[in-house]
């Protein structure tokens, strides 16, 4: 039913709600919701900006410490192209091509999960190397803005989990598929989120 | 409904003068009786340093800028209140629909806006004027530290090599520009005489300016929160002639840069003096313990009078030296500073621990 | 109840299961890298922390219809059983009424504002004297850290969250919030957080002990309690942001037809700025204690200057929310204000419109001035002057409100009943709070008074004088319309008067000691100080004793006070329209709105009419007669 319908939930109790907007609540609360999340990240930025410019201490490497911008650049490379999968997903789900929709549902996973991969076995290497989050500031501020956006890939991949499980339970039609809108959007997201940090910690 | 708002506009206006001028009359005739009796509180503590004059003037100027509004609203509302109230039968009456005056709400909008960029362009060269660097300032390194300060002063206030005190002695009128570091968590250096105060910070090293310009013993207190000890983190900032300055930096070269001075006063040491005011350098021990014989009832540290008859000589020196070595069941760790080798002479720390050997009988 | 349907027993069984998940992941992660010992308490009790609060929200049934959604399963239709509270005992059930879990919020909030304050009476206790009373210094500091956050994120903010939950919705003309889940689970999150809190003075070591502020590096070395409110506050933060995008979601897409922006009633505006500051500062809170968190649990080093890292970074980013945190304390008691001002004055509030956007030029300017907590940080000091200015700038919208209310009480026709004594009371205490705020803004003031009693002066003009004052006032105002009862008039104005009188002879003194150098968060002082601590003492105790006569008038006349008529205060906004209690879905007919919502004394003026055109009827009695005119 119409806009101030309930979150996943197509009914609600008499009398109808009035929709004085033509937002959708969903997509409404979500944007609202990656506001939060983006000053999450700045403030984890702000972390990164105070101990790199403010208290000048200098960037990678450090101590002979280097950052794998190759691998973590394959790895943008990877995640960049799940969004076109999930985009491509969202098209299947509007146009009411299931197999596309399952398809880009699960491609996109598959690729998401490889960053994640990709991204831990870095961890164990810089580890190995002797990079751990106690031995600098500058590691704390690494492991933790990567770190950070690790955790988004963690939940955004697990809420198209639940997308992917309902495409294949046979829901979303051509009218009703916010259940794949909605996790797309923060997949996105997800997605520009990497290329600041990639950029911020890896390049600069 | 109400019949007010079928009054003419000049019915109107008439109703609002004849309220607005017993309004007006109120309200600043209790301004200004608010402004004097702001005035004449006596809020500060007695001014010690060429800081302290100004930063009192400002205060004085936000008084006289800020009362009359704070008493102005409140003046306001009572009158309303009296002047207002719903009496019986005008249950169910209501007000002029006025829905606002935009010449009213430019005038508080403008006036207040007007008024506190002016506050803060006075503030401002204020600041200038209490932080300026001013000729021949004398340096001083403050250290803060779970839960004392410790002050150095460098090579280039004593010509020799450096000299370090728990107490601080500075000159009349002389520009002192304190240099402020931390060894464990954030400090704060306040004397409240002098009105200034700084954070120590871990890592960074802070600097504020005073100079004070009245001899005397003024308290230096620690103004953020540092822990359990936070609350006794207590020194004394003497304020001397520059001879007896003098005096006391060579006394204290004389002593290899450790105790002299202060109360026990060179000569025959007393280990009681020690304890209850120090040497001028270390802390009171009374100012932690409570021990009978000393007249002292701290309670932040151990009762002396209960913990000492259990211990040797030996424990007690080594309680002293190295606090941390074993902690008293129900205290905590590190509050008792751990600098006494250093603030206190072999010869003073013997005298106290004979002292306290003594009383324990 | 059986353990595999949700309740308070399967809550119970799932909380023993996260320990059990805690204990096993810990250990079994130390015996994989065979760190010894294999159990370490410490680690099991701070993933405890965070793993029992969700398994036992997971356990109470909250997220069941997210778990059928995500596994595809036909979710159950929804049958309403939500919705309405028929015993006390739907009180204590999940519930998705957005009136039910309004009058959850604000009576759980209200037990913490007693726990909070009975720590504030141990506090003056120990004051009362120089030298040690009865608490050393440890649980002293213990003290005002947990009365300040618990008083700060369990009691002003989730109560102002509460108040606007039950009346917002009504007040838009919408049936209930925009997501009525989100909205349960946000207010279970609360009655978690607060026990964390409290809990803490049980842990090992005591309770966290570094104010509510928790500088680093302090709140690294300090002992395991530390991260009661490190992970505490990660609760109460998230469950403000879900409330805050609750509202803003609620307020732009379910306003009643013709209910424009600007017919909005102000407490509507009010939380509207206040969601703003949430969705956006809130997260920098979640972070700053995310480093603590990382420092202590996983050995980071953000704060270690040794190693690069930066300690002044906490302060702002702790201060980038906690400056806006006070605005979010205080808009909302603004829109409250706002109501009852009007209705009281039976007058239209002065310059609607600059109200409004005075609102949105605080949330603006909140964000551009927290390092004024900071001007005796160490910080670069050329900070401190754009920080001052932006700070000082901020009376000049507030002060459009204080003025604009003082221009509605004009001409009025006052009726000084308890919820318009709370209101002025509110208007000249927080004035006075207020200015104290901008002496502060002046750099050499505040480098002589900050972190001194003066601040404990500011915080409680502003905090009690101001927000709790507001939220009685609230309280007050819509009790009638929550319980459907009537509050008995002469107790409330009896508390009313002890309160104003003690609360001013608690907090006042503490502007002249704070200037006179006693600095804040001590447990002894010097004996110059001894008779004003000691009046203090005493008057906040009558202060505290003062809330027994409220406690009293409310659990009083909410099971035995008179039935309250629909619109006691005849008023125009819309959830005075409906009967008290409104029904179960707020509204039968979804009124219209044809007018500005505070248009008295404007005969026949409405503010919204119902299906088929009919005017709103007011209660017999209540409606405006010509015969009263004089
Ligand atoms: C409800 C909460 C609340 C509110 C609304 C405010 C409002 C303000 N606060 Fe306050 N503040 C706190 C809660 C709040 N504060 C707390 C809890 C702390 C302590 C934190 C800690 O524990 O360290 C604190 C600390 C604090 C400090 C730091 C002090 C220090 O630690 O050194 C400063 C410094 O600038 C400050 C300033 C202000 C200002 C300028 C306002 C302004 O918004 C006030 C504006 C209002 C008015 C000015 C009155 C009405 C205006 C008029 C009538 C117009 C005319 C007025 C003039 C022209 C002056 N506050
Ligand atoms: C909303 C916020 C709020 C509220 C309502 C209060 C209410 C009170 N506060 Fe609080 N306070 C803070 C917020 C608040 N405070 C903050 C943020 C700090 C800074 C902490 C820090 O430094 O980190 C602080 C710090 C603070 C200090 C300074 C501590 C220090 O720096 O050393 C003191 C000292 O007097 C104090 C006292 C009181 C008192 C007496 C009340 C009273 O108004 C309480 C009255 C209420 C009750 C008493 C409860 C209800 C009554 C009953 C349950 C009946 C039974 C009671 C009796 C036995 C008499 N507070
Ligand atoms: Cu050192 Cu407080
Ligand atoms: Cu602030």
New interface residues.
């Given amino acids: 039913m119409e806009?101030?319908a309930?979150?996943?939930?197509d009914?609600?109790?008499?009398?109808?709600?009035?929709?004085?907007?033509r937002?959708?609540?969903q997509l409404?609360?979500m944007l609202?919701?990656i506001?939060?999340?983006i000053?999450?990240f700045?403030?984890?930025f702000?972390?990164y900006f105070?101990?790199r410019v403010?208290?000048g201490?200098d960037w990678f490497p450090v101590e002979d410490f280097e950052l794998p911008k190759v691998v973590a650049g394959v790895n943008t490379a990877i995640l960049v192209s799940s969004s076109l999968t999930m985009h491509w997903a969202l098209e299947g789900a509007k146009h009411g091509n299931r197999a596309h929709l399952k398809s880009g549902l699960l491609l996109t996973l598959l690729l998401g999960s490889t960053f994640l991969f990709v991204q831990i076995n870095e961890y164990v290497n810089l580890t190995q190397e002797g990079l751990?989050?106690?031995?600098?500031?500058?590691?704390?501020?690494f492991?933790?803005l990567t770190g950070l956006h690790g955790a988004h890939v963690f939940i955004g991949l697990t809420l198209l989990?639940?997308a992917t499980?309902?495409a294949?339970?046979g829901?979303f039609t051509p009218d009703e598929h916010r259940?794949v809108e909605v996790p797309g959007i923060y997949w996105h997201f997800v997605d520009v989120m990497w290329i600041l940090v990639y950029s911020s910690v890896y390049l600069l | 409904m109400a019949a007010r708002e079928e009054d003419t506009p000049i019915q109107h206006r008439q109703k609002d003068r004849a309220a607005v001028l017993p309004m007006v009359l109120i309200v600043v005739v209790s301004a200004t009786t608010g402004v004097i009796l702001g005035l004449l509180i006596d809020w500060f503590p007695t001014p010690a340093s060429t800081q302290a004059d100004p930063i009192d003037t400002l205060w004085d100027v936000l008084i006289i800028a800020s009362v009359p509004i704070f008493v102005g609203v409140q003046a306001f509302v009572l009158y309303c209140v009296w002047r207002f109230r719903m009496r019986p039968g005008q249950e169910l009456q209501d007000g002029p629909p006025i829905h606002g005056n935009t010449t009213l709400e430019v005038v508080w909008t403008v006036i207040p806006a007007v008024l506190i960029l002016g506050l803060c362009a006075y503030s401002f060269f204020i600041l200038e004027d209490i932080e300026e660097a001013k000729a021949n300032e004398m340096r001083i390194n403050v250290t803060g530290q779970q839960f004392t300060w410790t002050f150095e002063y460098p090579k280039s206030v004593t010509g020799g090599k450096p000299i370090r005190s728990a107490q601080l002695y500075v000159p009349e009128d002389r520009p002192v520009h304190f240099y402020v570091k931390s060894q464990d968590v954030l400090h704060d250096f306040w004397v409240p005489a002098w009105r200034m105060k700084i954070d120590a910070v871990p890592g960074i090293e802070t600097k504020v300016r005073m100079t004070p310009n009245r001899l005397g013993r003024y308290s230096i207190v620690c103004a953020e929160l540092c822990g359990i000890g936070h609350a006794y983190m207590r020194q004394t900032a003497n304020v001397v002639s520059q001879e007896d300055f003098d005096e006391w930096l060579r006394s204290k070269q004389q002593r290899g840069g450790t105790a002299g001075g202060g109360a026990a006063g060179g000569e025959e040491i007393d280990g009681k003096t020690i304890f209850t005011e120090g040497n001028g350098e270390s802390t009171a021990c009374g100012a932690c313990h409570a021990l009978a014989d000393a007249g002292t009832n701290a309670t932040t540290g151990p009762n002396l009078d209960k913990v000492l008859p259990g211990m040797t000589p030996e424990q007690i020196r080594e309680a002293i030296v190295d606090p941390n070595k074993e902690i008293e069941e129900g205290f905590g760790e590190g509050i008792m500073p751990d600098n006494f080798e250093q603030l206190l002479t072999p010869e003073e720390l013997d005298a106290l621990v004979k002292y306290l050997d003594e009383v324990r009988k | 109840m059986s353990l595999r349907s949700a309740g308070y027993p399967r809550a119970g069984l799932f909380g023993l299961l996260g320990l059990a998940f805690s204990y096993a992941l810990v250990s079994s992660i130390r015996a994989l890298y065979g760190w010894d010992p294999v159990v370490d308490g410490e680690a099991v009790a701070r993933v405890a922390m965070l793993a029992v609060p969700l398994f036992m929200l997971v356990g109470f049934g909250l997220f069941d219809?997210?778990f059928y959604?995500?596994?595809?399963k036909p979710?159950r239709?929804?049958d309403?059983s939500g919705?309405g509270a028929f015993s006390w005992r739907d009180y204590f059930r999940p519930n998705t009424d957005h009136k039910v879990i309004g009058i959850q919020y604000t009576v759980t909030s209200f037990v913490f504002l007693f726990i909070g304050g009975l720590l504030a009476m141990l506090m003056r206790a120990e004051l009362a004297q120089p030298g040690r009373q009865f608490v050393d210094a440890d649980t002293y500091n213990g003290l005002f850290s947990v009365h300040a956050s618990i008083l700060i994120f369990l009691f002003i903010i989730p109560v102002f969250a509460g108040l606007a939950n039950f009346v917002l919705p009504l007040m838009i003309?919408?049936?209930?919030m925009?997501?009525?889940?989100?909205n349960a689970l946000s207010y279970w999150l609360l009655p978690l957080a607060g026990t964390m809190m409290l809990l803490s003075f049980f842990a090992p070591g005591g309770s966290f002990a570094t104010g509510w502020t928790a500088y680093a590096p302090l709140s690294e070395t300090s002992p395991i309690g530390q991260e009661f409110f490190t992970i505490g506050v990660q609760f109460a933060g998230a469950s403000s942001?879900a409330t805050a995008?609750n509202f803003?979601?609620t307020i732009?897409?379910?306003?009643?037809?013709g209910?424009s922006f600007f017919r909005m009633p102000l407490l509507v505006w009010a939380n509207f700025s206040t969601s703003l500051l949430v969705?956006?500062?809130?997260?920098?809170i979640?972070?700053?204690q995310?480093?603590i968190l990382?420092?202590r649990a996983?050995?980071?080093?953000?704060f270690?200057a040794a190693?690069?890292?930066?300690v002044?970074?906490y302060q702002?980013?702790f201060w980038?929310y906690s400056h806006p945190a006070v605005y979010i304390m205080m808009l909302p008691g603004f829109g409250i204000i706002s109501e009852i001002i009007a209705v009281k004055a039976r007058k239209p509030i002065f310059g609607y419109r600059m109200m409004a956007f005075s609102l949105l030029a605080i949330v603006v300017l909140g964000f551009t001035v927290w390092a004024h907590h900071m001007f005796v940080s160490g910080m670069q000091s050329w900070i401190r002057i754009p920080m001052m200015i932006t700070t000082a700038v901020i009376a000049v919208p507030t002060g459009i409100k204080i003025f604009s209310w003082c221009a509605t009480l004009w001409r009025g026709v006052l009726r000084l009943d308890t919820p318009m004594l709370f209101a002025l009371g509110f208007l000249t205490m927080f004035t006075l709070g207020g200015i104290s705020g901008v002496m502060f803004a002046m750099i050499p003031i505040d480098i002589h008074t900050s972190d001194t009693y003066f601040v404990v002066a500011h915080i409680h003009y502003v905090l009690f004088g101001g927000s709790v004052f507001t939220i009685l006032a609230g309280v007050y105002y819509w009790f009638p319309k929550m319980t459907g009862r009537m509050y008995d008039e002469s107790l409330g104005k009896l508390h009313f008067w002890l309160t104003f009188v003690f609360f001013n002879l608690s907090f006042g003194p503490m502007h002249l000691i704070g200037v006179k150098g006693m600095p804040r968060r001590v447990y002894d002082y010097s004996e110059a100080f001894a008779g004003w601590n000691l009046m203090i003492t005493i008057s906040s105790l009558c202060l505290g004793l003062s809330f027994l006569v409220f406690a009293y008038n409310i659990v009083a006349s909410w099971r035995g006070g008179p039935r309250a008529a629909a619109n006691p205060w005849r008023a125009l906004t819309l959830e005075w329209q409906v009967s008290s209690p409104p029904p179960?879905?707020n509204?039968?007919?979804?009124p219209t709105v044809v007018g500005g919502p505070y248009e008295y004394g404007t005969p026949g003026a409405v503010h919204g009419v119902f299906k088929g055109g009919a005017r709103v009827e007011q209660p017999a009695g209540a409606a405006v007669e010509p015969s009263s005119r004089e």
């Fill in positions: 806009a101030a309930l979150p996943h939930h009914h609600h109790g008499p009398p109808p709600a009035n929709s004085s907007s937002v959708e609540p409404l609360g609202l919701f506001i939060s999340e000053m999450v700045g403030a984890f702000t972390a105070f101990i403010v208290a201490s751990t989050p106690s031995v600098l500031a500058q590691g704390s501020v492991y933790g989990l639940f499980i309902r294949f339970r829901h259940g | 219809y997210w959604w995500a596994a595809g979710t239709p929804e309403h919705h003309g919408a049936p209930d925009a997501f009525p889940r989100l942001i995008l803003l979601v732009i897409t379910m306003r009643a037809p209910m969705v956006i500062a809130t997260p920098f979640a972070a700053s995310f480093f990382l420092d996983l050995g980071f080093r953000y270690d190693l690069g890292g930066d002044l970074m702002h980013v980038f179960v879905f509204f039968d007919h979804i």
